[in-house]
């Protein structure tokens, strides 16, 4: 073989086939026939290898991808490590929520969950969750990931903002890949480390809630003095057509406040869109009023009085023949 920095161009190629997302363990590279000094060599300075974890190795030395720094992390957990977090949320399809943050070496972004017979520690970007409940995984993309609800819970756990919190699980309730009571024996089940925030947002999340602009709103809500509302209700017209689903309902007046967050009138269809399903609200009889996210948030009691005034407005006609289901039932 020549140098220990040395590797023919024929076992190189066997390396990419063996390891297709170039990263290995340093005892799965010995398995595969290099000699362990020769590894640790090619991870020294100017060598054609990098050292991403203890023991766990890039066979590269450029920036390592997100697909790489999961394979290493779950390489580093062990055979029977699964992506948790929010890292595996976003595997399952929830869009909402914490933004991925960049890798940082030295910052536990990326979570894995072990069984708690491994003695195993956080590390660079690592965090290591053990546990005495391993679920069985659920594998994608030939990623081992911890079922949807364990995911969520555990991304929770993690958080510090409400928000953050509200949109994850609202988003993961609205998509039909959990369900609310779900999430709540999963948080009671890991809760040594739970604050009574998650409980106090799922419990948001069970009345209809569906965004952090919304849990706002509700929050702002109960300061009103007005009849408590039905969150997320669809509503249809006295022919039956169905109107939309109303992001906070008053089934004795039929009215209907709405929250405008700016992520759902992107471009001008999407504005035409909100305009016309106002319209049609109005032309069913019903008070419609809508507000901004920010203003709910700085003006509170401005949009107090506004919402009270509309509902005196509501309880002073008589009640169109609309009909609204409450969500919660």
């Known amino acids: 073989m020549g140098s220990t920095l040395t590797l023919t161009a024929r076992r190189t190629e066997r390396l990419r086939g063996l390891f297709p997302d170039g990263v290995a363990t340093a005892r799965q590279l010995v398995a595969a026939g290099i000699p362990e000094r020769t590894v640790y060599n090619r991870c020294r300075g100017g060598g054609p290898w990098r050292r991403l974890l203890p023991a766990v190795i890039l066979l590269g030395t450029g920036e390592p991808t997100l697909a790489q720094l999961v394979r290493a992390a779950l390489l580093f957990g062990g055979p029977d ?3 948790t977090g929010v890292e595996a949320c976003r595997r399952h399809g929830l869009r909402r929520g914490p933004a991925r943050t960049p890798v940082h070496p030295g910052r536990p972004t990326i979570a894995v969950l072990v069984p708690d017979s491994r003695q195993l520690r956080s590390t660079g970007f690592v965090e290591v969750a053990r546990t005495s409940r391993m679920p069985r995984p ?3 993309n030939g990623i ?15 958080l ?24 709540a024996a999963e948080l009671a089940e890991g809760s040594r480390r ?28 109960a300061r009103s003095g007005l009849p408590e509302p039905w969150w997320n209700a669809p509503v249809y017209g006295p022919d039956g057509t169905f109107l939309g689903r109303v992001d906070c309902w008053l089934d004795d007046v039929a009215m209907a406040w709405e929250i405008e967050s700016s992520e759902w009138h992107l471009s001008p269809a999407d504005h035409d869109h909100t305009v016309d399903r106002a319209a049609s609200f109005v032309a069913a009889g019903v008070v419609y009023l809508a507000s901004k996210p920010k203003k709910i948030i700085r003006d509170g009691p401005a949009v107090l009085k506004v919402l009270r005034g509309a509902y005196a407005q509501a309880a002073a006609r008589p009640r169109p023949a609309v009909r609204a289901l409450d969500p919660r039932q």
């Not at 510090?160 to 999430?183: F, H, I, K, N, Y």
């Not at 409980?199 to 929050?219: F, W």
């Open 194 to 221: 739970l604050t009574a925030t998650p409980a106090e947002v799922l419990r948001d999340v069970a009345d209809g809630v569906r965004s952090a602009a919304e849990r706002d709103a509700k929050r702002l809500w």
């Open 138 to 140: 659920e594998v994608r």
């Open 160 to 183: 510090e903002s409400a928000a953050e919190m509200t949109e994850l699980m609202s988003d993961a309730v609205q998509r039909g890949l959990c369900t609310v009571p779900a999430l």
């Open 144 to 158: 081992p990931l911890t079922p949807i609800v364990r995911a969520c819970a555990d991304a929770v756990r993690s």
């Open 81 to 83: 490590a699964q992506l």
